[in-house]
């Protein structure tokens, strides 16, 4: 088999990568690796039992709320990340209709979201300096989904951001400014029409091409008339005739 190499340039010029080098999608992949982190991290080590006793229990604080609370919010965000991303993948073939209810969704989980994980922060981080035991192999996984809660936030913020300008892009023309664009485009239209005629080409009603024909004829005329003699001219006209 023939391997084909590209070059950076048409690397670059490449639909794919252009998709991925976009903020949006930066964005929106950060937020669901970052959701993924803070289940997957709560899922494996998130339940731990102490010496004592072989039932499993929360490493924050003993608390399965705060537990399920961070895995059922990973596993949503996680989802609706990716369903979002496949819907930004397909936006050129997408109507302009459904293309400002996918923004206007955008727009509302991404603020449900920013919520969801600023109070997932406030909470996680509570139970975990409340906890009254400190589990060896779940400390790890509790500060990384702390962690990653908080910079979900920014996440889902700036995705709030990106809706928020594609609606407003997206927004109906007002009938006003339709009409001041069309009065616009009208006057550029009949100025360069006027400047695009030659000055030569000019416009002789058929009555001025009769008064123009008929003027040689005058002239001939006028031509053809006499002279009025001097009294001089006369009078030596009168001593000729005699």
Known sequence: MRR??????????????????????IARILAGLFSLIIFASLVTDGYQNVTTSSQLRCVLNDNWVACSYAITAGVLAFLQSFLFLALDAYDIIISHKVRSVILSLDLTFSIIWSCIWFVGFCFLANQWNRSAHHYLLGSSSASASIAFAFFSIPCWVYLGYRALRGLWAERPISYKQSLDEG????TTLSSVTTTSIPNSMEYHSPIEGRRASSTPTEGRRASSTPFPQTPMENRLTFLNDN
Do not use: G, I
């Open 4 to 25: 084909v190499s590209l070059s950076p340039q048409e690397l670059s010029k490449n639909n794919v990568v252009q998709f991925l080098r976009q903020p949006r999608t």
């Open 183 to 186: 009065t616009v485009a009208m």
